[in-house]
T-cell receptor, first 111, second 115 residues
Framework: DQQVKQNSPSLSVQEGRISILNCDYT??????FLWYKKYPAEGPTFLIS?????DKNEDGRFTVFLNKSAKHLSLHIVPSQPGDSAVYFC??????????FGAGTRLTVKP | SQTIHQWPATLVQPVGSPLSLECTVE??????LYWYRQAAGRGLQLLFY??????ISSEVPQNLSASRPQDRQFILSSKKLLLSDSGFYLC??????????????FGSGTRLTVV
């Protein structure tokens, strides 16, 4: 049961432009959402999160938007840099023991 | 800050052989610990989680098992590996007092290939 979905397996953007990664979820019980970044042969690293009581959280070049009515969240990276090239995982949870991950989106930022 | 040590980094095992992957955590006490698997082209699948010594919860029935013999040690095992067990195995931790606004801390993973 895929409760967290990332429908775009890959995304390519030009350096300096905006990258928008999307994520949809089906479980209305989720109350915390996170984005992780993963390089090949490494574990994911936490990037940014948002509570369900908020609709936006910003941290430097990274902003996460949450639309609860649509069960949709997105990660915006502005401006995109070549070092941002990685696989980005969306995750959601309603307790610490049940974090569900999407399949990931591979972002490529071209110089 | 928390650090997770996982080994080995890569492993090639024949079908039917046993498996033991170890994960140790530094920098926190009484963490929640997790084993995830990433199959090729798939997302991260939660396999097991533990909230304390000897306490294991299984998310997916399979020929894998987990044990937590010490507070900061989490072991993933199998008596007989299957081809379908191939994947990238990740250990993760959520430390006491760390809210989800910090996310899980992941280890560097073990690439298991069953041949």
């Amino acid at each position: 049961d895929q409760q967290v979905k990332q429908n775009s397996p890959s995304l390519s953007v030009q350096e300096g432009r905006i990258s928008i990664l999307n994520c949809d979820y089906t479980n209305s019980m989720f109350d915390y959402f996170l984005w992780y970044k993963k390089y090949p042969a490494e574990g994911p690293t936490f990037l940014i999160s948002i509570s369900s009581i908020k609709d936006k959280n910003e941290d430097g070049r990274f902003t996460v938007f949450l639309n609860k009515s649509a069960k949709h969240l997105s990660l915006h990276i502005v401006p995109s840099q070549p070092g941002d090239s990685a696989v980005y995982f969306c995750a959601a949870t309603y307790n610490n023991n049940d974090m569900r991950f999407g399949a990931g989106t591979r972002l490529t930022v071209k110089p | 800050s928390q650090t997770i040590h996982q080994w080995p980094a890569t492993l090639v095992q024949p079908v039917g052989s046993p498996l033991s992957l170890e994960c140790t955590v530094e920098g926190t006490s009484n963490p929640n610990l997790y084993w995830y698997r990433q199959a090729a082209g798939r997302g991260l699948q939660l396999l097991f989680y533990s909230v304390g010594i000897g306490q294991i919860s299984s998310e997916v029935p399979q020929n894998l098992s987990a044990s937590r013999p010490q507070d900061r040690q989490f072991i993933l095992s199998s008596k007989k590996l299957l081809l379908s067990d191939s994947g990238f195995y990740l250990c993760a931790s959520l430390g006491v007092g760390r809210g989800l606004n910090y996310g899980y801390t992941f280890g560097s993973g073990t690439r298991l290939t069953v041949v």
